[in-house]
């Protein structure tokens, strides 16, 4: 058995998430709870941002290869772009075939969510979900076909702000990441809020694509937020460490995480920029260039 739609998403965007943030919340008018005082501050770090690129990542379930994502990232104007195509591959696909598109859309300025577009294609259903963020929230519809009791009902969630995983990832590879930081800020995947709590471990050299990176080392924490925002624990995730490249490009490299069915990993097998690295891009203060620099 292989990965689903949205463990393909978090697997391939939790990539790997001090201070009071701004934040909005509705539960029937209560007061916000503990949890909320201890969220990042909402404005995004200044590391410079990501350039265009596509990249091909591989995923498994403890020693069997299970499938593969062709991810590209973009900007339009003031629109960041993320556009994902995968599913299982191999002896898995025998088994459990599933196929999963989506179209991840943020703002550039303040690195949150817009709008999520996401069809997952198995062999006996197809999900289409839409989530739209904004101010309030986020406002999420699904449909399925064939259609069930709740297909094209939206699910609303009133916390703001609120990240998808696209959102995530660009909001935590822009902070600093010294050893010790810790970012803690809400993700909406498409189903379900959680709270994200992302550590930096440190620094070493991981192996992957085919060369050997300078990492930043990341642990990963989720709690589920209630419909009464209080928190519990996730139901089938248990924890995940995820290596993020400690260049100026700060790539999602790899993600080992243990959930209900065991261990499930992902791993960077290939990446392509369209355009050079501009001359004037340096490494930032902390971060160490690539030991090789040919891409």
Known sequence: MGPPASKLRVLLLAGLLPGAGVASVD??????????????????????PLRPLTATYTFGWSALKSGR????????????????????????RGLWRMDSTST???????????????????????????????????ARTR?????????????????????????????????????????????????????AEVEVLGRETLSTAGKKWPAIKLNLKLQRIEKDFTLASHRKFKRATGWLSDDSDRLLLKIASEVMVGKVWMDLEKIEFPQPKPASAKTPPGSKPPATAKR
Request: glycine share 6%; aromatic share 8%.
């Open 69 to 92: 994502a062709e991810a590209a990232f973009s900007q339009k104007g003031q629109q960041l772009i993320l556009e994902l195509k995968g599913g299982t591959i191999g002896a898995v």
């Open 143 to 195: 449909t399925r076909e064939p259609a069930d009791k709740d297909s094209g009902k939206t699910k609303r969630f009133k916390f703001a702000p609120v990240h998808d995983l696209h959102s995530a990832l660009l909001f935590i590879r822009s902070q600093p990441l010294q050893k010790g930081d810790k970012i803690r800020l809400v993700v909406y995947p498409a189903a379900q809020a959680y709270l």
């Open 104 to 138: 991840s859309t943020a703002d550039a300025a303040s690195l949150l969510a817009v709008r999520l577009e996401q069809v997952e294609t198995y062999s006996d259903e197809k999900r289409t979900t839409i989530v739209d963020f904004g101010p309030e929230g986020a």
């Open 27 to 48: 539960a029937d008018d209560k007061p916000p709870p503990e949890w909320v005082a201890k969220l990042s501050p909402p404005a995004p770090g200044a590391f410079p």
